[in-house]
């Protein structure tokens, strides 16, 4: 698409959306394979066919083919609707869309610290022009505190990267993992020195307080499509936390077993504390997205750091969950603004342009009730805009606070569940919290609610194009899905949740992954013998 040049915008499109779809279809197709193959399914690839640890190792394990799904599905949301307005902001939309989802799928499959760190460059890098595409001061502004945090956090990430390696001699996730009880007594505190501040650069990218002041203004400026697939970009450094702190500090690292573990768990409950606050004290439903993204994001941060694997599932649940929640209440955000500000003189019907029209009728019936103004009491018109807003921002605050019957309820059953049984005063502390924060949050999205569309009779209905709602009715149908079929997706994050506190299954996998052999001359097509 670079060789395109500033023109072809709708081959732009095109290649755009085929290669996108294409890449959640792969997705689903890793995620279907490690789930057929059982608890030792992993995909490990070579690209250069070097042996581990000297060369570059892609791995789907089950925890990885779930963040590729989420990142896919996230990816081709925010470009449906990209495609009815935002892809004109800009020249090189399609360009920047692409580098960010090579990034993210990057950052999930990659089994190496140094190809992470590129990954991430690669992803943040994207997202840098993506915050700004469309222009206008609050974007400019916002990206350079945006700017200014990642780079902050990518240094810190290089600094940690070249302690580890300093220390282990190997930048290998598994092979790290594997040298750490070789590690001598007096290198112990330089290895946890690097491994605190290649936390911390995660930690800053995963919005943990008080590493998280940039996030809400940076995501309310961004443009709609933009901020639904940053939605997952905070997920990228729960994820890294997630892969490195059961990989290589589980409850068999000796001297190093759990290091950190108290800092996730109070570092967690203050960012979901924080995220909860921030969304009863914010004004705009951007800037409450912002804030509901801080908050699961800090949910699962703190379930991570008790090591306990069912507790992990339920985070995972409610990690999936969330992010589908976030993105599609990041589209919203914008045809809600779009609602308030409609003209007075817009018609509410189609006008043969892709609008949805009214459903029902707006003339009253003889003998209907009307109020004291000589409105109809029953049967007033509700245009299908408005009443798919309504339905989609209902969704979205359920599952966002947790309430039933939707999926953010089955997640945090699940991690109460999990918390009732360790019995500890940290889990009875995120105990109360998430109850608390659930209530919190629906206290906010009703306010919300409530101004946008209860305080709405006199203005005319939105109007809305078909290509922007088909994105948002399909996340919202993703979330429905995780409800219906929730013992079977609960099912997976438990095999997950064990597979990752079993990390001898992952380092048996990749270090035993041999190259393939050079073919002899005689399997070569057209070489003699």
Not at 107 to 115: C, G, K
Not at 193 to 222: Q, S
Not at 364 to 388: M, Q, S, Y
């Amino acid at each position: 698409m670079l060789m395109f040049g500033e023109g072809r915008r709708g081959l732009k499109a095109v290649v755009n959306t085929l290669s996108t779809t294409t890449g959640l279809v792969l997705a689903v197709m890793l995620l279907l394979r490690v789930q057929a193959d059982g608890p030792a399914a992993f995909g490990v690839y070579l690209p250069g066919n070097w042996p581990v640890p000297y060369g570059i190792v892609l791995v789907a394990d089950r925890l990885s083919a779930l963040m590729a799904v989420l990142a896919g599905a996230v990816g081709l949301a925010g470009l449906l609707y990209a495609l009815a307005r935002w892809q004109h902001a800009g020249v090189y939309f399609h360009v920047l869309f692409q580098l960010q989802l090579m990034g993210l799928y990057g950052a999930f499959l990659t089994a190496d610290l140094f190809n992470l760190f590129v990954f991430f460059e690669v992803l943040l890098a994207a997202s840098y022009g993506l915050l700004l595409h469309g222009g206008g001061a609050a974007r400019v502004r916002a990206g350079l505190h945006y700017i200014a945090i990642n780079l902050v956090a990518s240094l810190l990430f290089l600094i940690g990267v070249a302690v580890l390696y300093g220390v282990t001699g190997t930048l290998n996730m598994a092979d790290i993992a594997q040298k750490l009880s070789m590690v001598p007594a007096s290198d112990r505190g330089l290895l946890h020195a690097g491994a605190a501040i290649l936390a911390i650069a995660f930690l800053a990218k995963a919005a943990l307080w008080p590493l998280n002041f940039w996030l809400p203004p940076a995501y309310a400026a961004a443009s709609a499509p933009a901020a639904a697939v940053f939605a997952i970009l905070t997920k990228v450094g729960v994820y890294a936390i997630l892969r490195l702190w059961t990989l290589c500090f589980p409850a068999s690292a000796g001297a190093s077993a759990g290091f950190g573990g108290d800092v996730l768990v109070w570092g967690g409950l203050a960012t979901l504390a924080f995220g909860t606050v921030g969304m009863l004290a914010s004004q705009q439903v951007a800037r409450l997205a912002g804030y509901s993204v801080i908050a699961s994001s800090g949910t699962v941060i703190a379930a991570i750091g008790f090591d306990a694997p069912q507790l992990s599932a339920g985070a995972l649940f409610y990690l999936a969950s969330s992010t589908l929640a976030g993105c599609a209440l990041f589209l919203l955000v914008e045809l809600l603004d779009r609602a308030r500000q409609v003209e007075e003189d817009r018609p509410d019907l189609d006008d043969g342009n892709g609008a949805l029209p009214a459903f029902l009728d707006a003339e009253p019936l003889p003998g209907t009730n009307l109020d004291d103004e000589e409105e109809v009491l029953i049967g007033r018109a509700i245009p299908a805009a408005l009443a798919f807003l309504g339905v989609g921002f209902t969704v979205c605050a359920l599952v966002v606070a947790g309430l039933p019957p939707l999926s953010g309820f089955v997640g945090k059953v699940a991690m109460l569940t999990a918390l009732l049984d360790l019995q500890t005063r940290p889990a009875w502390a995120l105990f109360g919290l998430l109850i608390a924060s659930g209530l919190l949050a629906a206290m906010a999205l009703m306010r919300a609610g409530i101004r946008h569309f209860w305080t709405t009779q006199d203005r005319p209905a939105p109007r809305l194009r078909v290509v922007e709602t088909l994105p948002i009715a399909g996340l919202l149908m993703a979330l429905l899905a995780m409800v219906w079929q929730a013992e079977a997706v609960l099912g997976y994050t438990r095999a997950t949740a064990e597979a990752l506190h079993s990390p001898n299954r992952y380092i048996d996998a990749v270090m035993d992954t041999l190259p393939v052999p050079n073919p002899t001359p005689a399997q070569v097509p057209g070489v003699l013998p």
